[in-house]
């Protein structure tokens, strides 16, 4: 019984992610600031960056849920590795960073303008249902945890690249990604983005601890593993 809801969630919202990536992309039709803002379409933004790694993050479990004994081998410490380093950490991150800056000051991340092109249910899948999803999944399913180097790893790439990206709209095309990012001064803006980095990792080890007190029994990946 419960591998049966196991699996009818993993298909749920592999469906539900990949229908909100592919409504993002195709329909969804905000009103640009400027003209620049065209460049890179809706990934600029690190709530579509999330979005379609829940998709194919949702994918994998699907495949590993289905795929024949035979490829569960390899399958499964992809899936763990993917969903532990970064799946998970970066959902409860962009969850909290988006609701915190909304209740501040939404025009700080979500300006009223924009409201009435961006579906409600977009942005609470985007922006609610990833936390509460990843935490489920982290809930009903063990998942073999990495390394904390190797999860430390992949997540400071990921990081990496995107804060490059918006390094480099800003500097060169002179877009900012977010308007909170508008009205920050120099030492104000790279001591925001050196806490996000920070508070990244403090998610990630919160991740660690919830999969450690969800599964007693797990255990890290080893060389002898």
């Known amino acids: 019984m419960k591998n049966t809801c196991v699996k009818t969630f993993h298909v749920t919202f592999c469906a539900l992610y990949s229908y909100g990536v592919y409504f993002s992309e195709v329909h969804l039709h905000v009103p640009l600031r400027s003209p620049r803002f065209g460049i890179l379409g809706r990934y600029k933004y690190l709530t579509h960056w999330n979005l ?30 993917l969903f532990l380093s970064l799946s998970l950490p970066l959902c409860m991150f962009v969850s909290t960073i988006f609701w915190i800056l909304f209740f501040i000051n939404r025009e700080l991340i979500f300006p009223v303008a924009i409201e009435r092109f961006y579906p409600a249910w977009l942005n609470h899948l985007s922006h609610t249902a990833i936390a509460f999803t990843a935490i489920l999944e982290a809930l009903a399913n ?14 400071l790439t990921f990081g990496a690249a995107y804060l490059a990206l918006i390094e480099y709209l800003g500097l060169v095309h002179g877009i900012w990604v977010y308007p909170v990012l508008e009205v920050l001064s120099s030492v104000a803006f790279c001591a925001f983005l050196g806490f996000c980095m920070l508070f990244i990792f403090v998610f990630y ?21």
Do not use: N
């Not at 849920?65 to 499964?76: E, G």
């Open 205 to 225: 080890v919160i991740g660690e601890k919830l999969s450690t007190y969800f599964w007693p029994e797990g255990r890290r990946y080893s060389k002898d593993d």
């Open 52 to 81: 379609v790694l829940q998709a194919v993050t949702f994918t994998l479990f699907c495949v590993a849920d289905f795929a024949p004994r035979r490829y569960k081998r390899w399958l499964i410490p992809v899936r763990d590795h």
């Open 142 to 155: 063990h998942h073999k945890q990495p390394t904390r180097k190797a999860g430390f790893a992949t997540l």
